[in-house]
Protein backbone atom coordinates (compact mmCIF):
# COMPACT_ATOMS: atom_id res chain seq x y z
CA UNK A 1 0.00 0.00 0.00
CA UNK A 2 1.12 3.69 -0.57
CA UNK A 3 0.44 4.56 3.34
CA UNK A 4 1.57 3.30 6.63
CA UNK A 5 -0.35 0.58 7.54
CA UNK A 6 -0.76 -0.29 11.41
CA UNK A 7 -2.97 -3.41 13.12
CA UNK A 8 -5.33 -3.88 14.40
CA UNK A 9 -7.34 -1.05 14.09
CA UNK A 10 -8.73 -1.83 17.70
CA UNK A 11 -7.83 -4.02 20.35
CA UNK A 12 -9.55 -4.62 23.30
CA UNK A 13 -7.50 -6.97 25.94
CA UNK A 14 -8.31 -7.69 29.67
CA UNK A 15 -6.25 -6.29 32.13
CA UNK A 16 -3.30 -8.97 33.11
CA UNK A 17 -2.85 -9.49 29.18
CA UNK A 18 -0.08 -9.27 26.67
CA UNK A 19 -0.38 -7.20 23.27
CA UNK A 20 1.01 -7.11 20.02
CA UNK A 21 0.70 -3.99 17.55
CA UNK A 22 1.82 -4.43 14.10
CA UNK A 23 3.24 -1.34 12.39
CA UNK A 24 3.91 -2.24 8.42
CA UNK A 25 5.59 1.57 7.20
CA UNK A 26 5.93 2.85 3.27
CA UNK A 27 8.47 0.56 1.49
CA UNK A 28 11.66 1.69 1.16
CA UNK A 29 11.11 4.15 4.65
CA UNK A 30 14.56 4.00 6.76
CA UNK A 31 13.20 5.29 10.26
CA UNK A 32 9.81 4.08 11.88
CA UNK A 33 8.43 5.58 14.89
CA UNK A 34 5.94 5.07 17.69
CA UNK A 35 3.96 7.38 19.37
CA UNK A 36 1.37 7.43 21.98
CA UNK A 37 -1.55 9.87 21.62
CA UNK A 38 -4.03 10.56 24.54
CA UNK A 39 -7.14 11.92 22.86
CA UNK A 40 -7.20 15.62 22.51
CA UNK A 41 -2.97 15.44 23.16
CA UNK A 42 -0.20 15.38 20.93
CA UNK A 43 1.20 12.33 19.89
CA UNK A 44 3.96 11.36 22.77
CA UNK A 45 7.08 9.77 21.71
CA UNK A 46 8.11 6.25 22.65
CA UNK A 47 10.85 4.56 20.42
CA UNK A 48 12.37 4.58 17.04
CA UNK A 49 14.25 2.59 14.87
CA UNK A 50 16.51 3.45 11.82
CA UNK A 51 16.95 0.12 9.55
CA UNK A 52 16.83 -2.57 12.21
CA UNK A 53 18.60 -0.67 14.92
CA UNK A 54 16.59 0.92 17.84
CA UNK A 55 17.46 4.26 18.02
CA UNK A 56 16.07 5.56 21.07
CA UNK A 57 13.64 3.71 23.61
CA UNK A 58 13.87 6.64 26.10
CA UNK A 59 9.90 7.11 25.72
CA UNK A 60 9.18 3.72 26.45
CA UNK A 61 7.14 4.27 29.70
CA UNK A 62 8.34 0.98 31.47
CA UNK A 63 9.89 -2.42 30.93
CA UNK A 64 6.52 -3.82 29.51
CA UNK A 65 6.95 -2.09 27.10
CA UNK A 66 9.11 -2.86 24.04
CA UNK A 67 9.39 -2.88 20.03
CA UNK A 68 11.65 -4.57 17.47
CA UNK A 69 11.83 -4.00 13.61
CA UNK A 70 13.98 -7.71 12.97
CA UNK A 71 14.57 -6.96 9.17
CA UNK A 72 14.17 -3.13 9.08
CA UNK A 73 10.34 -2.94 7.84
CA UNK A 74 7.81 -4.08 9.64
CA UNK A 75 7.75 -3.29 13.37
CA UNK A 76 5.87 -5.05 16.24
CA UNK A 77 4.98 -3.13 19.73
CA UNK A 78 4.60 -5.67 22.33
CA UNK A 79 2.78 -4.36 26.05
CA UNK A 80 3.07 -7.04 28.22
CA UNK A 81 0.66 -7.48 31.57
CA UNK A 82 -1.46 -4.65 30.27
CA UNK A 83 -2.74 -2.47 32.52
CA UNK A 84 -6.28 0.34 32.15
CA UNK A 85 -3.59 3.05 31.74
CA UNK A 86 -2.17 1.54 28.50
CA UNK A 87 -5.46 2.78 27.03
CA UNK A 88 -4.69 5.25 24.30
CA UNK A 89 -4.33 5.44 20.07
CA UNK A 90 -0.44 4.00 19.59
CA UNK A 91 0.34 5.67 15.95
CA UNK A 92 3.44 4.47 13.82
CA UNK A 93 4.64 6.80 11.45
CA UNK A 94 7.43 6.38 9.22
CA UNK A 95 10.20 8.54 7.15
CA UNK A 96 12.62 8.43 4.61
CA UNK A 97 16.32 8.95 4.11
CA UNK A 98 17.73 12.54 5.18
CA UNK A 99 16.85 14.29 8.57
CA UNK A 100 14.30 16.65 7.53
CA UNK A 101 12.02 14.36 5.68
CA UNK A 102 8.80 14.96 6.51
CA UNK A 103 6.98 12.15 8.82
CA UNK A 104 3.86 9.71 7.62
CA UNK A 105 1.91 8.48 10.41
CA UNK A 106 -0.82 5.75 10.13
CA UNK A 107 -4.29 5.31 10.94
CA UNK A 108 -3.51 4.12 14.37
CA UNK A 109 -4.42 0.88 16.84
CA UNK A 110 -7.23 2.07 19.36
CA UNK A 111 -6.20 -0.14 22.30
CA UNK A 112 -8.74 -0.24 25.12
CA UNK A 113 -7.65 -2.64 28.55
CA UNK A 114 -10.76 -3.34 30.71
CA UNK B 1 15.46 15.78 25.21
CA UNK B 2 13.21 18.75 23.20
CA UNK B 3 10.80 20.46 25.06
CA UNK B 4 8.23 21.89 22.78
CA UNK B 5 5.28 23.97 23.81
CA UNK B 6 2.16 25.57 21.89
CA UNK B 7 -0.16 28.13 22.22
CA UNK B 8 -3.12 28.61 22.36
CA UNK B 9 -4.55 25.06 23.31
CA UNK B 10 -7.77 26.30 21.48
CA UNK B 11 -8.50 29.16 19.02
CA UNK B 12 -11.73 30.24 17.77
CA UNK B 13 -12.35 32.72 14.72
CA UNK B 14 -14.41 33.84 12.47
CA UNK B 15 -14.56 32.74 8.95
CA UNK B 16 -12.15 35.00 6.58
CA UNK B 17 -10.27 36.00 9.79
CA UNK B 18 -6.25 35.18 9.82
CA UNK B 19 -5.44 32.60 13.30
CA UNK B 20 -1.81 32.18 14.46
CA UNK B 21 -0.74 29.24 16.39
CA UNK B 22 2.51 29.88 18.25
CA UNK B 23 5.29 27.28 19.30
CA UNK B 24 8.77 27.22 21.26
CA UNK B 25 11.51 25.09 21.34
CA UNK B 26 14.38 24.14 24.37
CA UNK B 27 17.07 22.61 22.21
CA UNK B 28 19.10 24.77 20.21
CA UNK B 29 20.07 22.28 17.90
CA UNK B 30 16.59 21.70 16.41
CA UNK B 31 16.58 22.02 12.91
CA UNK B 32 13.35 21.07 11.31
CA UNK B 33 9.80 22.26 12.49
CA UNK B 34 6.98 20.71 10.94
CA UNK B 35 3.27 21.65 11.51
CA UNK B 36 0.45 18.70 11.19
CA UNK B 37 -2.91 19.18 10.84
CA UNK B 38 -5.43 16.04 12.35
CA UNK B 39 -9.34 16.01 11.89
CA UNK B 40 -11.39 14.73 14.23
CA UNK B 41 -10.91 10.37 14.05
CA UNK B 42 -8.27 10.83 11.45
CA UNK B 43 -4.54 10.53 11.23
CA UNK B 44 -2.40 13.43 11.71
CA UNK B 45 -0.65 15.29 8.39
CA UNK B 46 1.74 17.24 7.41
CA UNK B 47 0.78 20.82 6.38
CA UNK B 48 3.91 22.56 5.85
CA UNK B 49 7.39 22.40 7.22
CA UNK B 50 10.29 24.43 7.42
CA UNK B 51 14.20 24.14 8.01
CA UNK B 52 16.43 26.14 10.55
CA UNK B 53 18.26 27.66 7.47
CA UNK B 54 15.14 29.45 6.55
CA UNK B 55 12.97 32.39 8.20
CA UNK B 56 9.73 32.17 6.25
CA UNK B 57 7.93 29.64 4.07
CA UNK B 58 4.33 29.91 2.92
CA UNK B 59 1.59 27.97 1.17
CA UNK B 60 -1.15 29.65 -0.59
CA UNK B 61 -3.22 30.25 2.82
CA UNK B 62 -0.82 28.93 5.18
CA UNK B 63 2.78 30.07 6.74
CA UNK B 64 5.43 29.38 8.53
CA UNK B 65 7.72 31.83 10.68
CA UNK B 66 11.11 30.50 12.69
CA UNK B 67 12.82 32.75 15.10
CA UNK B 68 16.24 31.00 15.63
CA UNK B 69 17.44 32.85 18.13
CA UNK B 70 14.56 33.22 20.04
CA UNK B 71 13.41 29.65 19.63
CA UNK B 72 10.17 30.06 18.41
CA UNK B 73 8.06 29.17 15.25
CA UNK B 74 3.94 30.33 14.40
CA UNK B 75 1.42 29.13 11.51
CA UNK B 76 -0.36 31.47 10.04
CA UNK B 77 -3.54 30.66 8.17
CA UNK B 78 -4.99 33.62 6.51
CA UNK B 79 -8.72 33.62 4.75
CA UNK B 80 -9.85 30.95 7.08
CA UNK B 81 -12.57 28.60 6.14
CA UNK B 82 -14.61 26.20 7.68
CA UNK B 83 -12.31 23.17 6.75
CA UNK B 84 -9.93 24.52 8.43
CA UNK B 85 -11.28 23.13 11.72
CA UNK B 86 -8.86 20.77 13.01
CA UNK B 87 -6.41 20.10 15.65
CA UNK B 88 -2.79 21.50 14.51
CA UNK B 89 0.49 20.31 16.07
CA UNK B 90 3.51 21.63 15.95
CA UNK B 91 6.88 19.69 16.41
CA UNK B 92 10.78 20.20 16.36
CA UNK B 93 13.92 17.75 15.39
CA UNK B 94 17.34 17.31 15.65
CA UNK B 95 18.21 16.01 11.92
CA UNK B 96 17.42 12.17 11.82
CA UNK B 97 16.23 12.19 15.62
CA UNK B 98 12.77 12.14 16.59
CA UNK B 99 10.19 14.45 16.45
CA UNK B 100 8.38 15.54 19.46
CA UNK B 101 4.96 17.48 19.38
CA UNK B 102 3.67 20.16 20.86
CA UNK B 103 -0.10 20.00 22.88
CA UNK B 104 -2.01 20.93 20.25
CA UNK B 105 -4.07 23.98 19.11
CA UNK B 106 -7.78 22.88 18.38
CA UNK B 107 -8.97 25.42 15.72
CA UNK B 108 -12.72 26.61 15.17
CA UNK B 109 -13.75 28.37 12.06
CA UNK B 110 -17.16 29.87 12.73
CA UNK B 111 -19.33 30.39 9.48
Known amino acids: GAGVSQSPRYKVTKRGQDVALRCDPISGHVSLYWYRQALGQGPEFLTY????????KSGLPNDRFSAERPEGSISTLTIQRTEQRDSAMYRCASRGQGGNSPLHFGNGTRLTVT | GENVEQHPSTLSVQEGDSAVIKCTYSDSASNYFPWYKQELGKRPQLIIDIRSNVGEKKDQRIAVTLNKTAKHFSLHITETQPEDSAVYFCAASRGANNLFFGTGTRLTVIP
Open chain 1, 49 to 56: FNYEAQQD
